[in-house]
């Protein structure tokens, strides 16, 4: 394969990106049940459940199962560890970052990815109509999901400057 050929090869290819990142709703990531808790449990119960179930937070709701807060693993490190707090004796309701940013799954995979790169969130709670948690989307998702969509081509990028020009390209 030319240069040029690879070159239209690797534009049509991210064309292909571009269009999925508008099209693919969160229903495609296949969100993992997310692990609900309430604002009473402690911060060492939401951690060993975030450990069971393998997952960077908890979705934290109220007495109508809707969500109402969320704490990640961030949040250990910044709020409990960083400030010295005893995680058996801490509630959540301390610590959570309350009223987070939801979305639904019929949102586009392009909502979740501004939330994070905006926001600067790892972690999105996906809920229902009635704002009941269903699921939860990470930036670990969207990775997974992102290098799924790119073709060998891109994944395989030979070295050298037939694709990078470093003499045209700002290193700094």
């Given at each position: 394969m030319t240069g040029d050929e690879y070159s239209e090869t690797v534009e049509r290819d991210l064309r292909q990106v571009g269009g999925a990142l508008f099209d693919d709703t969160l229903a495609v990531l296949t969100p993992p049940e997310p692990v609900v808790v309430r604002e009473s449990v402690s911060v060492q119960d939401a951690v060993r459940a975030m450990l069971a179930?393998?997952?960077?937070?908890?979705?934290?709701?109220?007495?109508?199962?809707?969500?109402?807060?969320?704490?990640?693993?961030?949040?250990?490190?910044?709020?409990?560890?960083?400030?010295?707090?005893d995680a058996a004796r801490t509630?959540?309701?301390?610590?959570?970052?309350?009223?987070?940013?939801?979305?639904?799954?019929?949102?586009?995979?392009?909502?979740?990815?501004?939330?994070?790169?905006?926001?600067g969130y790892r972690t999105v709670p996906i809920v229902d109509a009635t704002g009941r948690p269903i699921g939860v989307v990470t930036a670990s998702d969207i990775n997974r999901w992102l290098a799924g969509l790119f073709p060998e081509a891109v994944l395989n990028l030979p070295p050298g400057?037939?694709?990078k020009h470093p003499g045209q390209i700002d290193a700094g």
């Open positions: 179930k393998r997952q960077a937070g908890v979705l934290v709701v109220d007495d109508d199962a809707r969500l109402i807060g969320i704490f990640t693993e961030r949040d250990v490190l910044m709020r409990v560890v960083g400030q010295g707090l509630p959540l309701s301390q610590v959570m970052t309350r009223n987070p940013e939801a979305l639904q799954l019929r949102d586009r995979v392009a909502n979740a990815l501004h939330s994070m790169a905006v926001a400057d037939q694709i």
